[in-house]
């Protein structure tokens, strides 16, 4: 019994042509920006951050008996 050597390419010669439809969709484009459309949000949140830090120093200088001068010139003896 002689086998008869068969090419590597018979069978791919006998599939059917690619039919998808994938490579022919529109892309979509993935590249949007992380910036929110109102900025009016993010910058208030960024005044409230600032606002509610100076307002804990405020209130640490008042709570305790501090004074401006004299936490400066503690400052400044560290040093």
């Known amino acids: 019994m002689e086998k008869k050597k068969e090419s590597v390419t018979s069978n791919v010669k006998n599939t059917e042509p690619n039919t998808s439809t994938d490579t022919d969709s529109k892309k979509v484009n993935t590249t949007s920006t992380t910036l929110p459309k109102d900025p009016i949000v993010p910058v208030l949140m ?3 951050v600032i606002l509610a830090t100076l307002g804990v120093i405020v209130l ?16 400044r003896a560290a040093l």
């Open 46 to 48: 960024l005044l409230g």
């Open 60 to 75: 640490g200088y008042i709570h305790g008996n501090m004074h401006l001068i004299t936490t400066l010139k503690n400052a």
